[in-house]
């Protein structure tokens, strides 16, 4: 990767579009068409911007006649503000991409609520008792699954809601849609269930978990699902014969868990560097199979994670505020912002131009990569 900036400025200051929350952002979404980013807040709100960018990298990029020397010019004007909702819940509330470009997001009342690009929001029918604790969509079955912590419910193109018959009593925190959304997977408090969702809705598989889940990710292709733990690790299953291990050995909570479809590989926040593996030789049965030595080992653990959607690069945020987007399986990296608050979410878009973040102290930032940094 080309590192070009201009001097005295970070690649943060010169290519990202940031704003201040109130509160803490804890997490970001991008609307399926890549033309919006919502950031939840700590304090029940949510802030929407436009990624469209009124002055992008490539408008700022500049080349020298005598050195052919790249320099980027930083931007001459605000960026336009965030549009920011009433308060929907008591904390962070659950958010996931809809529609085209909107945003489903699970309210305080029991209601998923329909949050539109310009900051409308509108009630759906999809309502059930207590606060929504975790939602998930599937576009391509029109399904919406949210939890109330305990039970969890179904609404097919927003159907009545049905309730999922467990066995016994769960306390959920976390559900999961397979690519194809005909698969649910959701936390039990002893453990995950994966539930088939696309006609009957009966329970085929479960596995046991260590801890609690903080995090639960399919890969691209449904064949893997990896879950974040609170301690020790993730766990790493394989729904079609049942193969699970715990990928252990993490001095922090797994908070998040990614994968990279280019590079066949999976991905863990929690150590003190970028951690992964590829999956042409999983650690089912050895940690250290198919690792991959990615970016540089530091003594401040790694908060977040984000694959490149198309790209063999993955971005990680650290709890001294430095973000580095590096080259799977290199220790070649960019260091996009050296330090500030912990960095508490990132998310690619689509089309894998622009990285949103997070931060404790409520900054929500943009970050837009030129393609000539990825050259």
Known sequence: MNQQTSHNLSPFDLLARSWQRPAAV??????????????????????IGSVADQEPPESRIRVSGDLGQTTIRPRQKPPAPLIATSTLGDGDVPITSYLRSGFLVGAATGRAMHLAADGEVAETPINIDGPVVAIDHSAGTATTAI??????FLSRAHDDVVKLR?????????????????????????????WTVDADLAPISEFSTPAGATSLRWSGDGSWLACGLETGGFVLACPANGQTAIVGGFPSPVRTVCWSRPANALFASGAFRIAGWSMAAPPLHDAASGALETG???????????????????????ANGRVAVGQIGSRDELVVK??????????????????????????????????????
């Not at 994670?305 to 650290?318: D, L």
Request: glycine residues 12%; charged residues 15%.
């Open 26 to 47: 804890a997490a970001a979404c991008f609307s399926a068409d890549a033309s919006a980013v919502a950031f939840t807040s700590v304090d029940g709100t949510v802030a």
């Open 166 to 194: 467990q066995a016994g009593p769960s306390s959920t925190h976390a559900i999961a849609f397979s690519p194809d959304g005909k698969r649910l997977a959701f936390d039990s408090g002893k453990g995950v269930s994966i």
């Open 147 to 152: 939890t109330n912590g305990h039970d969890v």
């Open 296 to 318: 540089r080992p530091g003594l401040v653990p790694v908060e977040t994670v984000a694959a490149h959607p198309e790209r063999k690069i993955i971005a990680a945020g650290y």
């Open 338 to 375: 050296l330090s500030g608050s912990a960095i508490t979410a990132l998310a690619w878009s689509g089309d894998g131009q622009h990285l949103a973040a997070g931060m404790v102290d409520g900054t929500a930032a943009i970050i837009t990569f030129p393609a000539l940094l990825f050259k």
